[in-house]
């Protein structure tokens, strides 16, 4: 009988101490982007109090405790939670209710990759090819017209054993506005066509950037003329079991490993697991370091580079004035549909962790404003921001402050009309009897 192992797995700290150990020699003999560098300087120093903190009190029994600020690395497993669930309903609340969304993959051809990664505008590229396609195809069913779908398109460089892959996931709305201002509801994508006009899209929108040298021309050429189409998922899902949504941003805002898929660092080495597809065995990979982090870092994207993109009815100028517009379309004859999917979605919002405090108890299942000590409830007590500059002392509140001239002012006048009154013989008749009883 097979032995139930705890899986073993390394913590915040040691993965911290990965990058900690080994960044400086590995800037001496790896090539790295700038953006790379930035966002490794911050993991090491996430959790140093010198980037902003929060400070509790125990008024109970005094104990204080400090949170840090979230590191805001692309690569830190911790902090890329903590904003998680708010990038889900953000786009949640974009997408319209009451129509279906298809979940199409976009995938490159290998001899590509290694273009993506030296140059990152052609992700854009590949973005933008993978919008156009959509749009074609609708067109294509509808003819002339066209009709406006709503997609929402995510980039992903990473597969699923930290190579660079890069592919598109799209969310696309099964049906879209005609120039009639009505609604076409359209289910069927014919797979085969997908592939091969996503191909040539691709090619030829990346021919442009592409370096102009003989050996990337025959190669792209060589893609073009062989058979095969790029492959390409658009099945159709009979009832969403899982949250799509949830699972595509889940990608983009973390880091392309977990602290549960790394095993071990030791000697230098890194021993982590992968999958090579959904629900299939893990594999372990036992690799060193330097090749280690190689793998993590390629996938941070640059800093201006957008991995969400909205298009056609999503497009952001757009998509609250015509959202509201569509809907009133699709209830029009999903009434039901609609309504399912907005209560759904409010009851997300209602239940949505607004403060720090209630997002940590979720995230960890932990509350950070219970005292260690004495299980009180602590206070904030002060919030500094990096190098030292204060947000928030409590002490140095209004409350707790010292009275400005104007109120002591106020006060004597106030006591001495009071002592006066005490002193009024009308008071004394009035008030003592009652006073005195
Ligand atoms: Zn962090
Ligand atoms: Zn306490």
Not at 174 to 190: A, F, Q, R, V
Not at 260 to 288: C, D, H, L, S, V
Not at 386 to 402: A, H, V
Request: aromatic share 12%.
């Amino acid at each position: 009988m097979a032995k139930l192992l705890k899986q073993v797995y390394i913590d915040k700290k040691t993965f911290i101490r990965i990058f900690k150990d080994n960044w400086s020699e590995y800037k001496r003999i790896c090539k790295y982007r700038k953006v790379e560098d930035e966002n490794v300087k911050r993991l090491i120093k996430c959790g140093d109090p010198k980037n902003g903190f929060i400070q509790l009190r125990c008024l109970s029994c005094g104990e204080t405790k400090i949170i840090p600020f979230s590191c805001k690395s692309r690569l830190c497993p911790s902090c890329s939670r903590i904003h998680l669930q708010e990038r889900i309903i953000k786009i949640k609340s974009i997408m319209i209710k009451g129509v279906g969304h298809r979940h199409v993959v976009l995938t490159t051809p290998k001899e590509l990759w290694n273009y993506f990664r030296r140059d990152r505008y052609l992700l854009k590229v590949m973005g933008d090819a993978g919008a156009e396609l959509i749009r074609d195809i609708l067109k294509f069913y509808r003819k002339k017209e066209g009709i406006e779908p709503g997609i929402i398109l995510v980039i992903q460089t990473s597969g699923r054993s930290l190579n660079f892959n890069p592919h598109l996931h799209l969310l696309i709305t099964e049906g879209g506005l005609g120039k009639d201002n009505k609604w076409y509801s359209l289910s069927y994508i014919d797979q085969y066509l997908l592939g091969r006009k996503w191909k040539y899209f691709l090619l030829t929108r990346l021919r442009k950037y592409l370096p102009k040298n003989e050996r990337t021309k025959r190669l792209i050429d060589k893609i073009f003329k062989e058979k095969r189409s790029f492959i390409t998922y658009a099945k159709k899902e009979k009832k969403r079991k899982v949250d799509i949504v949830g699972y595509l941003i889940k990608y983009v805002v973390s880091p392309p490993i977990s602290y549960q898929r790394i095993i071990e660092y030791k000697n230098g080495e890194i021993t982590f697991r992968y999958q090579t597809r959904e629900g299939a065995k893990n594999k372990i990979r036992k690799m060193n370091v330097s090749g280690f982090i190689y793998l993590l870092v390629q996938h941070i994207p640059e800093a201006n580079q957008k991995m969400i993109h909205y298009y056609g009815l999503y497009t952001r100028a757009r998509a609250k004035r015509m959202k509201t517009a569509v809907e009133k379309i699709i209830r029009s004859f999903n009434q039901q549909g609609w309504e399912e999917e907005q209560e759904k979605l409010l009851t997300e919002i209602l239940s949505f962790p607004t403060t720090y405090r209630d997002r940590m108890k979720t995230s960890y299942n932990k509350d950070p404003c219970i005292c260690p000590v004495c299980g009180d409830e602590m206070i904030i007590e002060k919030i500094v921001g990096p190098y030292g500059c204060i947000i928030f002392d409590l002490w140095k509140t209004d409350y707790f402050q010292e009275k400005t001239y104007q109120e002591r002012k106020d006060a004597e006048l106030l006591q001495k009309k009071e002592k006066e009154q005490e002193e009024s013989p009308r008071f004394h008749q009035l008030l003592l009897p009652q006073l005195q009883k």
